[in-house]
């Protein structure tokens, strides 16, 4: 299953993606995580396609990471008058905290918490940004405002306030509730929606307790004032383009994605770009020019991975589309422009052993000319300070632990095998040298620079660099 690319490709699966030879057909186009969208679906459908998943990954003697992706709060209005409610540009209207209106000068908005934290000036989206509302004035229950984009609102329209900061957890019932479910499945990554605040990640990682990775999806403006913190608290992110696209102007959504990869690659954290890359998809077998630079672009700004969403869930064309986005990331990475844009991206070295070595391993496989780079981990750390130098030669993962390995299938130009626990120095290089001529990364005679903390099995102690020849 050698990929003949760096980035790597998520993938949702739905209803159009459930059976086990589309799933294994994705995964042969060039799938390395699958998404189980938790917003739709039953927890028998995502069950069945966990176990699929799985099963292919024994048939396959291949590690690929499962992503749950919780549902997170859902704002929204409650039942309207009639059904709907035309607003003209310039009227005025009030929302009350009430379930259902009795009368068309009312919106009835069942979320206290918008009640207490909104203030005039602030601004209200409805349905995606087609409506939007600015508060005049406020009490309780009641909010004024004026109408400054009209349009007919209808029943249960999603709601977002871009300039509001709620006291409201990411984590709802509902999500405690799947996420039980997913970790007792044994998912690998959970991403939280709604991700406001640092602290928001402290709850996170206390439910999930370290059984699978823990990612933030960056889709409100309150997360990017505090994304520093938010990173640092984070084991991966996704930038979901789709909310964050309508709570921030539309022309600020690029330079926000490359502020977050570039922080994301600094941190050494693991990044999606997600949310319309190749949205045509869903109805034809070709995407629109414009998508395909979309693509390219989330490669060049050096994103690990980027994320199919209804395209492979509900689309007509899934597996298409993953070969489609397959082809546009390996010739991105061809291209004679990639190298230097990433390479100009390139992180200052902190000065401790384990990053000085795992950059000193970027540096020497890349002027001796290393088919591989070999790196022993525990939990993964290793492969990621490598990662986030962004090196033209090849990472090999190998860690004892199952569920390391399917991490870094997430990770920039990391390939993860498990393998047996070295226990002393030459073990290592015999097995180094044994499982990249294994994984066809390296033939007799080439040479391989190998990254191990010793002593060994003690994580994050990376302070050993050996080149071999195989």
Known sequence: MKRQRRAK???TLGPASSDADTIKRLFEAG??????NFSHGSKDDHRARHDIIRALEKEANYPIAILQDLQGPKIRLGAVKDGKIALPTGSTIRLVLDKAASDAQHLPLPHPEIFAAVMPGHNLLVDDGKVRLQVTGCTNDMIEARVVTGGVVSDRKGVNLPDTVLDLSPITAKDREDLAFGLDLGVDWVAFSFVQRAS???EAHALVGGRAGVMSKIEKPSALTAIDDIIALSDAVMVARGDLGVEIPTEDVPGAQKDLVRLCRLAGKPVIIATQMLESMILTPTPTRAEASDVATGIYDG????????????GQFPVIAVETMDRIIRRTEQH????PIIEALKPTIEPMPQHAVAAAASEVADVIGASAIVAFTQKGTTAYRIARQRSPVPIL??????STARRLALLWGTYSIQCDEVGEYSQMVEQAAAQALAADYVKRGEKIV????????QAGSTNNLRVVAV
């Open 9 to 11: 490709i998520v993938a």
């Open 31 to 36: 799938v390395d995580v699958f998404r189980l």
């Open 200 to 202: 928001d990640l402290i």
């Open 303 to 314: 994103a690990d991975a980027v994320m199919l969403s209804a395209e492979s869930a509900s």
């Open 336 to 339: 004679r422009s990639y190298r």
């Open 397 to 402: 993962g190998l860690t004892p632990e199952i």
């Open 450 to 457: 190998v990254v191990a903390g010793v002593p060994f099995g």
